[in-house]
Structures are given as C-alpha cells and as structure tokens.
Nanobody
Framework: QVQLAESGGGLVQAGGSLRLSCAAS????????VGWFRQAPGKEREFVAA????????YYASSLKGRFTISRDNAKNTVYLQMNSLKPEDTAVYSC???????????????????WGQGTQVTVSA
C-alpha cells in the first residue's frame, strides 16, 4: 500500500517557478517508482516525469525536459517536481502516481498504476 499527498501548487506568473512535492507513505512506498502527471481542463492526462526510488533513474516527457526536474529525497519519502520558466499552457492539476514498476512503465502505462494522489492545482498567469 502507498499513500500519496501532493503539495506546492498555486498561482504563479509566466516565467516563474514552482516546486511540487509528493509525500509517500505506506509499507511499499520506499520501493515504488513515482511519476508526475498533469491534466488541463478539457484535455487528456499527460505524463510529465518519473523517478525510481532506489536506482535514481528518471524519465521525462520530451517536451518538458529542460524546464522540469524530478528528484527524490529517500529520507523523507518525498518526490519533488521543480518547474521553471512556467508558461500559461502549464496550467493544470498535477498529480503524482506510484507503483512497483520501472520508470518506463510509469510513463507509458499510467492506467495501470495502483496509487494516485489527489492532485494540486498549478495556475500560470500570462
């Protein structure tokens, strides 16, 4: 079992930065890979980035690599998403998800992931 709780969302001007946090708890939290996804109004859910807990492997959506950075603090069981140079089109609900799979599976098979957080709203104003 893994419980996930996101935080750090908010309103930011274009060009600004935000850091989202995904705090994981539960018996298997330390073994799970974690990914960030986002969903804007009227659009499908989109993969953002993923990180493995033990190996430190990362995987990014190609369109976001360079502006977004995923990292994890194993001591705190927390995964972070640093978002820089934000654009209005980055406005979405950002959610983290976890499962006992590799980062490639996090990215390519989100419908199979067993654990999801509630999401946090990110709004980027022009």
């Amino acid at each position: 079992q893994v419980q996930l709780a996101e935080s750090g969302g908010g309103l930011v001007q274009a060009g600004g930065s935000l850091r989202l946090s995904c705090a994981a708890s539960g018996r298997t939290a330390s073994s799970a890979s974690v990914g960030w996804f986002r969903q804007a109004p009227g659009k499908e859910r989109e993969f953002v980035a993923a990180v493995s807990w033990r190996g430190g492997s990362t995987y990014y959506a190609s369109s976001l690599k360079g502006r977004f950075t995923i990292s994890r603090d194993n001591a705190k069981n927390t995964v972070y998403l640093q978002m820089n140079s934000l654009k209005p089109e980055d406005t979405a609900v950002y959610s983290c998800a976890a499962d006992l799979v590799g980062v490639n599976a996090i990215a390519t098979m989100p419908a199979t992931l067993g654990y999801w957080g509630q999401g946090t709203q990110v709004t980027v104003s022009a």
